[in-house]
């Protein structure tokens, strides 16, 4: 059964898998010992106590990823909120002699 929202223990209110179109796998159920056996978005197996509870079904919003950015503003605002300097990546061609071993030239 594909869930998502779901507890790693009982009542801590769903932590694993809640990111755009992510979900995890019920694999199997120990009645014996009231466990379950899940897979989660990461491939990892993890058994988990059968009181934990899931939302049936994945999260929305899967196709995130493959929709272009149209603009540089978007791609601004996008890694402006990761908090480390990776956007823009200027070419090191394109620097002067002092800030890059490639930079100058004609």
């Not at 979900?23 to 466990?35: F, K, L, P």
Request: some cysteine; overall charge positive.
């Amino acid at each position: 059964t594909v869930v998502c929202n779901l507890e790693k223990n009982p009542g801590d209110r769903g932590q694993v898998a809640r990111a755009n179109g992510e979900s995890a796998v019920i694999i199997g159920h120990n009645r014996e010992v009231n466990t379950t056996r899940v897979k989660l978005p990461s491939g990892t197996k993890k058994t988990l106590q059968s009181d934990c509870r899931a939302m049936v079904g994945l999260v929305a919003g899967g196709g995130k990823t493959e929709k272009p950015l149209l603009k540089a503003g978007a791609a601004y605002w996008k890694y402006k909120a990761k908090g480390k300097k990776c956007w823009p990546k200027v070419r090191g061609v394109s620097m002067n002699p002092v800030d890059h071993p490639h930079g100058g030239g004609n």
